[in-house]
Nanobody
Framework: QVQLVESGGSLVQPGGSLNLSCVAS????????MNWYRQAPGKEREWVAV????????NYADSVKGRFIISRDNLKNTVTLQMISLKPEDTAVYYC?????????WGKGTLVTVSS
């Protein structure tokens, strides 16, 4: 079955950087676009970034554009989110997501806390 497992979340100071990873299994990873979403405390889940199956044409939410980079390794079934210049408002649980055969799949998330 499809599984998405995120890792890399932690406490980081404002202005710091962090890399998140998501390892996928249960489907042909290289065929599907991958997304990162996040959900801050008390807020709705919001889309952060998407990458195409081939790794071209990434797209970002305006709130993270220029600070976050999404990438993927189709040999390792991994999608990564590099985050720099982190702000307190980036604090959230970050989720990996894909749409496979008509179903939205989500990982359990990894917590990023940006605080001094």
């Amino acid at each position: 079955q499809v599984q998405l497992v995120e890792s890399g979340g932690s406490l980081v100071q404002p202005g710091g950087s962090l890399n998140l990873s998501c390892v996928a299994s249960g489907f042909t990873f290289s065929y599907y676009a991958m997304n990162w979403y996040r959900q801050a405390p008390g807020k709705e889940r919001e889309w952060v970034a998407v990458i195409t199956p081939s790794g071209t044409n990434p797209n970002y939410a305006d709130s993270v554009k220029g600070r976050f980079i999404i990438s993927r390794d189709n040999l390792k079934n991994t999608v990564t989110l590099q985050m720099i210049s982190l702000k307190p408002e980036d604090t959230a649980v970050y989720y990996c997501n894909t749409w496979y055969r008509g179903v939205d799949y989500w990982g359990k998330g990894t917590l990023v806390t940006v605080s001094s």
